[in-house]
């Protein structure tokens, strides 16, 4: 079963739409089959998404600090609880457990961890699709400032091209059902490597090696940053274009 990370408020919001469609991805997730990962409070929007996927008979499991456990009031119910001592330790953890990512409207907390999961794509610690749900053009705005970043050159293009603003609920769990594929790719002196669980093919991607696509399974990072990341860069072109 593939796992999907949640990014969530810790409040509820102003509007009741937003309590909504954290409910309506629950379910939706169970539907498809996918297991949830996320930041183990028991508030907020948080909250009513991981009582969703239980109630729907799936599975949840919450990363949460020491701290924030108090704090967050710590979901009791969830199907397994990891507490840890940093919020450095927390985020590891929901990305190692996770194979996607989803975030739903939030605050401060919601957007550094959006925004910390987009650098590590951009630095080629892991590549996963991520995905703002848009709900009620709520992201609207940050996806300009993220293009105003582009554009005066703070933010490469191949980072801006990860940023899926999406409003449709089906359109962001298709989007998760494509999986994320990945090259295998031998370039200068170093070696990226990735183990496809089914081989597709070969690809010309523009840039010299030896490639081979499929679906994701794991990295090997004894690739130089910059090839790592360009391989990433070139498949999501491929998949998002």
């Known amino acids: 079963m ?4 949640i990014f969530a408020g810790s409040s509820l919001g102003r509007k009741e739409s937003y309590k909504n469609i954290a409910i309506s991805l629950g379910h939706e997730l169970v539907k498809n089959n996918f297991s949830m990962v996320y930041g183990g409070g028991g508030v907020g929007l948080m909250n009513e998404i991981a009582n969703e996927v239980l109630k729907c008979g799936g599975k949840v499991t919450g990363v949460i600090t020491e701290r924030l456990k108090d704090v967050e009031a710590g979901h009791q119910n969830l199907t ?28 401060v907390g919601t957007w550094e961890e959006f925004f910390e999961a987009l650098a590590w794509n951009q ?5 996963k699709p991520i995905i ?60 990226a490597v990735a183990y496809p669980m089914n081989y597709i093919g070969n690809f ?37 274009k």
């Open 123 to 127: 630095l080629g610690i892991h590549s």
């Open 80 to 107: 397994k609880l990891y507490v840890v001592k940093t919020m450095h330790e927390r985020k590891a953890k929901m990305a190692e457990l996770s194979d996607a990512i989803i975030s739903l409207p939030g605050g």
């Open 2 to 5: 593939k796992s999907v990370c």
């Open 204 to 240: 010309d991607f523009g840039f010299s090696g030896n490639i081979r696509l499929g679906y994701f399974d794991r990295f090997d990072y004894s690739a130089c940053p910059a090839c790592v990341h360009r391989l990433t860069a070139s498949v999501h072109r491929l998949l998002f």
């Open 132 to 191: 703002l749900l848009n709900e009620d053009g709520y992201y609207k705005d940050l996806y300009l400032f993220t293009k105003k970043a582009c554009k005066e050159g703070f933010i490469p293009q191949s980072t801006l091209d990860d940023f899926h603003l999406i409003s449709n609920l089906d359109e962001a769990i298709n989007c998760n059902l494509v999986r994320q594929w990945i090259i295998s790719i031998s370039c200068c002196s170093c070696l």
